[in-house]
Structure formats: C-alpha cells, structure tokens
C-alpha cells in the first residue's frame, strides 16, 4: 500500500533541478539581479500615527518591449474613412498622393502586405483602368496586373491599339487582402477617397472600371457586371464629366473564357470613344 504522504528526497535538487521545476512552473524571467530570501525576518517597520498615512505605490504590470517595426493598430473604421477623405483631398499630385498612401496605417490591409501597389502606366493616359485589388504578383512587385490576369490585360489593350505607355492602370485597394480573399465593405470605404483622388488628378477622357467590385464602389452601380457592362454612364470629378464603362475583370475571363467576346466589344467602344474625344 502506498504511503499517504509524498517521499522526501534523500538529498537536495541540483541547480539544473530547480531551473527545470521553475520553468514547468511558468517563472521564465528574474525581476532582480540578486537573489531574495523571501523567509528572512523583515526590518522593523517604523511606528506610523493616525497624521501619517501609508504611502501606497501603484501596481505596476510588467510589460515586454514591443519590437521595432511591429505595427500599430488602425483606428475605428469611420475615424479611419474620415482621416482617408481629409487627406485625399490635400494631394496636389499623384508623387505626394502616393507618398500619402505610404503613410497611411488607417487601413489594416496595410500591415500584411509586402508592398503598396499604387498604379503602372502613363499618368497623361487618356484612358484609365481600374481593377479592385492586388494579388499576390503584385504584391511582390508593386505593380498592378502583372500576373495571369495582367498578361490578358495587356493583350486586351494591345487588341484596340493601346499598351502600358498609353494607359493608366490602378485599383480601389492598394494592399493585397491576405490569401487574396475579398476586401471587406470598410476597407474598401477607407481606400476609396484615395482612388477617387487618383482619377481627379490623372484626369483621363475615359475611365473603364473592370470587374463588379470597382464598378460598384467607383461608378456606385447597383446592378452586377452582367447587366452593368458595356453601357455608359458619367463620372463626375467635381471639376469634369468622364465617359466610363464597366467592363468584365481579366481574372474573371480567365475563368469564364465564354465571356471574352462580350469583352471585345467592350472594348471596341471604348476604342471608338477615344477616338471621338480625340477629335
């Protein structure tokens, strides 16, 4: 039968001993640099009067150092949408409007990806494409439409006579979403005064809004891109009026090739529209 009271050891733990127990029982760091004997008998405490009240020193937690670089949390969503527009609308140029979007920490996406993805092309492009967001390509980058998807752009512009230097191409969300997921209603609230701010100072004829996501939040349509694309619609700048278009996004006609020749035509009229302006 075993005995009802633990075995003393037959000699005392070793220093290795006392470490591991320590460190089972969760005490993995030393407050101070000498050791303290807890049993001494403590100094005798001066007598106090009813006139003296005992001092009390406030709690004081420990806490670990930050580490450098470690980012700091985005303000609440509407602060975060105002500070957005307030800052959108002091840009001057596309160069201080990046520099704005580099310092911005209002958008959460902004910590998880590798790099801001501002835009690629000419900025006196008579004709500006907006996408929704960058993937994992351009996250690497910091270029948009520069993976499968941006290899069928490029073609689509190659088709009716345009290219990267003729264009301007951007989108709504500058930062990568993680695993590419769906930016969320707020995150794209948040980012849209910067692209809105994009379009005013490029300031491009025609604007073509590519996919459901960039047509709704830029063009505000309702409808999906099915029934929303290939027709006109007015985008206001506050200054100007610009003709633009939804059309379907690279990506989705990776996936649906059935829909590219709907594309086409989009595409064609976009031509058509650029050559009207022109004259």
């Not at 006196?124 to 993937?135: I, K, L, Q, W």
């Amino acid at each position: 039968m075993a005995s009802p009271h633990p075995t003393i050891p037959d000699r005392p733990p070793t220093a290795r001993e006392l470490l591991a127990f320590y460190l089972e029982a969760g005490v993995d760091c030393a407050l101070h640099d000498e050791p303290v004997n807890r049993l001494s008998e403590p100094e005798a405490a001066a007598p106090r009067t009813m006139d003296a009240p005992v001092e009390r020193k406030p709690l004081v937690m420990e806490q670990k150092a930050v580490p450098r670089g470690t980012p700091i949390p985005p303000p609440a969503p509407d602060i975060a949408i105002a500070s957005a527009r307030e800052a959108a609308r002091t840009a001057p140029t596309l160069d201080e409007l990046r520099t704005l979007l580099d310092n911005f920490d209002g958008c959460a996406l902004k910590a998880t990806a590798t790099r801001l993805v501002f835009a690629d092309g000419n900025p006196e492009a008579r004709v500006m494409f907006v996408g929704e967001a960058p993937g994992r390509d351009e996250d690497l980058t910091g270029l948009p439409f520069v993976g499968r998807s941006g290899k069928l752009l490029d073609l689509m512009l190659r088709a009716i006579g345009l290219d990267r230097t003729t264009a301007y191409i951007a989108n709504v969300i500058p930062w990568r979403p993680p695993g590419n997921r769906d930016p969320s209603p707020q995150e794209t609230q948040i980012c849209l005064p910067f692209i809105k701010r994009q379009i005013e100072l490029v300031d491009p004829d025609v604007l073509v809004c590519l996919g459901k996501p960039s047509s709704q939040a830029v063009l505000e349509l309702k409808d999906g891109i099915m029934r929303s694309r290939g027709r006109w619609h007015t985008y206001d700048t506050g200054t100007r009026s610009i003709r633009a278009m939804a059309t379907f996004h690279p990506a989705y006609l990776l996936r649906q090739p059935i829909y590219k020749r709907l594309a086409w035509q989009d595409l064609r009229s976009i031509s058509k529209a650029l050559t009207q302006t022109q004259t």
